[in-house]
């Protein structure tokens, strides 16, 4: 449990509770190579850590917010030059305007990020202060739900977002996207409808801008209450700079759904859009003890579109936990989840101004024995520049093959242990250029008090390529202790 103090407000004749928990960590690293330099140039370094933040709570009867925030400063007894303070957030509000008909979501969020794949990325925070950059993002939707009776029902959305970059060179923009749909209501008992369209313009900040919009009907049929048939026809209106001869088009989809249990989802689709055939797979399962998934996905995409904090993990947890992306956040601190994923990479992706296609593939296993917890992830992504930016060879095509796997063991009531690894490779297409990742990380954890808490844990990264200038090794020990208030 969190600690923290309660405040009560009056909010519209009702009272109104805000929980918050500010919180302190600190601690102490010793790694052997600071830099992530090539062999033969490895410094080693003490660092001492401070990570002072908060969790602040509002749950509501119509408004519900969510703010939490960390800075993180990490100071260098040898390279000084590696100093650095970072700053996370993670902000949301949710208000219903006008009940069950007008609503306004606004977010706000921090964070940290590799600039080039090709420079030394890490796990932990391990990356080098040279290749690493900050961005923020901000955005506020207004949203209007209402149904014609049991004949249908409308749902309107417009956002506005705006992401900023600090202490980078890369081009700040901003997003207007508005979105429309028609769906079927109770009154149509087998078949079901749906009538969408969408508006989406991205503009950066030095002028490349790209515009997409598309128009579709839907029309299925669920056959008994376990299998449906649907397909989608359209028209796509994009602007955007590609080498293709034709960006946009009419198009179609064919797909079936089969849900044989509450617990058990599985859809596929098949299509054709301007770029080619397009296919799609979902496909989960929960039981007492598991949980499965598969996906794949493939479409035209900006970096830009990985917004708003999504770490790969945390959309791998939220799988794993059958959650979305927000109820992942409203069950974790963002302290906590640096503790389950201090295994990760920063990112994997750095956030490159351009369009992609984008094809991407995972599949997850998770089992919980009550006091162990297992879980493997394996993925695959391949990205395909729509126009080549020539500012560096991952900003363009690159295919990631990866698989990362976890364990964590209750030892007793108040201390765990985790052990996670995980291998990757990139490999950047149109060079000669192939990096192959390995990391390994154990720790335990141990609850002193319901608001004390620490970490002991040891990690081992290594970094092998055919260009032996970005090789690298690193051992690493950090002890953390956080207090809450």
Known sequence: MLGGCTLALPASGLATEWDFTPRVTVGVEATDNVRLAPRGQEDADLIGHARPGFTLRRDGARNDTRVDYQLNHRTH???????????????????????????????????????????????????????????????????????????????????????????????????????????????????????????????????????????????????????????????????????????????????????????????????????????????????????????????????RDRRDFQFFDVSQLAELEGMTIEEVFDQYTFEELQLLFASALVTQEALIEGFYLTRSARANWRYDTGLSVFGVTAYQTRREAEFQIGEGLFEDDNRRTGVIAFWELTLGPRTTTELSSGVSRTEFLGSDRED??????????????????????????????????????????????????
């Open 77 to 303: 007894l040898s390279e000084s030059s590696e100093d650095r303070t970072t700053h996370m957030l993670r902000a949301r509000n949710q208000t219903e305007v006008i009940e069950d008909t007008l609503f306004v979501d606004v977010t706000a969020s921090r964070r940290e990020q590799a600039t080039s794949l090709l420079d030394p990325v890490g796990i932990g925070g391990s990356t080098p202060r040279s290749n690493i950059e900050e961005t923020s993002y901000y955005s506020v939707s207004p949203n209007l739900q209402n149904e014609f009776g049991g004949f249908a029902r409308q749902d309107i959305r417009y956002t506005y977002d705006e992401r900023h970059y600090h202490r980078s060179n890369r081009a700040s923009s901003t997003g207007n996207r508005a979105e429309y749909t028609l769906d079927s209501g109770p009154m149509f008992d087998r078949v079901f409808w749906q009538l969408a369209g969408f508006y989406d313009r991205l503009k950066y900040e030095d002028g490349l801008e790209g515009e997409f919009s598309e128009i579709s009907a839907t029309l299925g049929y669920n056959i008994g209450r376990t299998l449906r048939v649907f397909g989608v026809v359209g028209e796509e209106f994009n602007d955007y700079e590609t080498l293709r001869d034709e960006n946009d088009g009419s198009f179609w989809e064919v797909g079936v759904g089969w849900t044989p249990t509450p617990v058990t989802s599985v859809e596929a689709r098949y299509g054709e859009r301007f770029f080619g055939k397009t296919r799609a797979l979902s496909a989960t399962h929960r039981s007492r003890r598991a949980s499965y998934g598969v996906s794949y996905s493939e479409g035209i995409t900006s970096t």
């Open 436 to 485: 192959d990742f390995f990391y390994f990380r154990a720790s335990l954890n141990r609850q002193f008090a319901p608001d004390l808490r620490g970490s002991l844990s040891y990690r081992y990264q290594q970094r092998d390529s055919n260009s032996q200038l970005n090789e690298y090794r690193e051992n690493s020990i950090l002890a953390l202790i956080t207090k809450e208030f």
